[in-house]
C-alpha cells in the first residue's frame, strides 16, 4: 500500500499570511501576533478587522468598523419569513448555514457586493439571523434586529437576553468569538477554500465551512465538553 498522510500533515495545501500555528512558536498566530494576547487584551471587532483588513484598528478606524457592522444587521423580509419556517428543533449551526445560503440568493455576490464587503456583511447578520430564528422559534416573537451594544459579541447577548450584557458573560463571549476566528487549514477553513478554489461565490464558501464546522469533532466539540462540565455542581467536583 502506498503511504498517506493523515489529515493534511507533510501536505503543502496552500499559504497563508492569515493565520498559522506556529507550535514553537507559541500555538496558534493571526497575523502574527499569539492569539493569547489577543484573547486577553482585544475584542472580537478588533480581531475581525485584523484578519478581514490586515491590520489591528486604531480607535477611530474600529469606530468606523463597527457602524458598517451595525449596519449590516438588518434582516432582509424575506428572509425572515424563511427563519420563521425553521422548527425550534433545529440546531443553530443549521440555522447559521441556511440563513447564510439563503442570504446568498437574495443579496447575491457581484458588483460592489465582493470579497470583505461581503464577509463584513455577515459578521454584521449572522447574529441577528440566529437570535431572529430563536426569539421566534421559542417565543413566537418577531424582535427587532437593533440594539444599543456597540461590539458583536455584546449585540448578540443583548438580543438572547433582551438586556445589556453582563461584563463577566460579555468577556467570555469576546474570547469564545476571537478563539473561534481563524484556525489555519483545519477542517471548516479548509472546506471554505476547496468550494473557493471553483470560483464559486462567497456565500457558498461559507455555508460549506458552516456545515463542515458543525460537526462534534470540529467546532461541536465545546458542546460536548459543556455536557460533561454539567455533570460538576462545583469547581471542586
Given at each position: 500500500m502506498?503511504?498517506?498522510?493523515?489529515?493534511?500533515?507533510?501536505?503543502v495545501?496552500?499559504?497563508?499570511?492569515v493565520?498559522?500555528i506556529d507550535?514553537?512558536?507559541?500555538g496558534?498566530q493571526?497575523?502574527?501576533?499569539p492569539?493569547?494576547?489577543l484573547?486577553?487584551r482585544?475584542?472580537?471587532d478588533?480581531v475581525?478587522?485584523l484578519?478581514l483588513h490586515?491590520r489591528?484598528?486604531?480607535?477611530?478606524e474600529?469606530?468606523?468598523?463597527?457602524?458598517?457592522?451595525?449596519?449590516h444587521?438588518a434582516l432582509p423580509t424575506a428572509l425572515?419569513?424563511?427563519l420563521e419556517k425553521?422548527p425550534?428543533?433545529?440546531?443553530?449551526?443549521?440555522?447559521l448555514?441556511t440563513?447564510?445560503?439563503?442570504?446568498g440568493c437574495?443579496e447575491?455576490e457581484?458588483?460592489?457586493?465582493?470579497g470583505?464587503?461581503v464577509?463584513?456583511?455577515l459578521v454584521?447578520?449572522?447574529?441577528?439571523?440566529?437570535m431572529?430564528?430563536?426569539?421566534?422559534?421559542?417565543?413566537?416573537e418577531r424582535i427587532k434586529t437593533?440594539a444599543?451594544?456597540?461590539s458583536?459579541?455584546?449585540?448578540?447577548?443583548?438580543?438572547?437576553?433582551g438586556?445589556?450584557?453582563d461584563?463577566?458573560?460579555?468577556?467570555?463571549m469576546e474570547?469564545?468569538?476571537?478563539?473561534?476566528?481563524?484556525?489555519?487549514f483545519?477542517?471548516?477553513?479548509f472546506?471554505?477554500?476547496t468550494?473557493?478554489s471553483?470560483?464559486s461565490?462567497?456565500?457558498?464558501?461559507?455555508?460549506g465551512?458552516i456545515?463542515?464546522?458543525?460537526?462534534?469533532?470540529?467546532?461541536?466539540?465545546n458542546e460536548m465538553?459543556m455536557e460533561l462540565i454539567?455533570?460538576?455542581?462545583?469547581p471542586?467536583?
Amino acid at each position: 500500500m502506498s503511504d498517506f498522510a493523515k489529515g493534511l500533515e507533510g501536505v503543502v495545501a496552500g499559504q497563508t499570511a492569515v493565520a498559522i500555528i506556529d507550535e514553537a512558536g507559541g500555538g496558534l498566530q493571526y497575523r502574527g501576533y499569539p492569539l493569547n494576547q489577543l484573547s486577553e487584551r482585544s475584542t472580537f471587532d478588533e480581531v475581525a478587522h485584523l484578519l478581514l483588513h490586515g491590520r489591528l484598528p486604531k480607535v477611530r478606524e474600529l469606530r468606523a468598523f463597527r457602524r458598517g457592522l451595525k449596519r449590516h444587521r438588518a434582516l432582509p423580509t424575506a428572509l425572515k419569513k424563511i427563519l420563521e419556517k425553521l422548527p425550534a428543533s433545529a440546531h443553530p449551526m443549521d440555522v447559521l448555514r441556511t440563513g447564510c445560503s439563503a442570504l446568498g440568493c437574495l443579496e447575491p455576490e457581484g458588483g460592489e457586493r465582493v470579497g470583505v464587503a461581503v464577509a463584513e456583511r455577515l459578521v454584521g447578520v449572522l447574529p441577528s439571523i440566529l437570535m431572529y430564528w430563536h426569539a421566534f422559534a421559542n417565543r413566537g416573537e418577531r424582535i427587532k434586529t437593533k440594539a444599543e451594544s456597540e461590539s458583536v459579541a455584546g449585540y448578540f447577548l443583548e438580543l438572547l437576553h433582551g438586556k445589556p450584557p453582563d461584563p463577566l458573560h460579555l468577556q467570555a463571549m469576546e474570547a469564545s468569538l476571537i478563539l473561534y476566528a481563524e484556525h489555519e487549514f483545519n477542517a471548516s477553513t479548509f472546506t471554505a477554500r476547496t468550494i473557493t478554489s471553483t470560483l464559486s461565490d462567497f456565500y457558498s464558501a461559507v455555508t460549506g465551512a458552516i456545515g463542515a464546522l458543525r460537526g462534534p469533532l470540529h467546532g461541536g466539540a465545546n458542546e460536548m465538553a459543556m455536557e460533561l462540565i454539567q455533570r460538576y455542581q462545583t469547581p471542586e467536583e
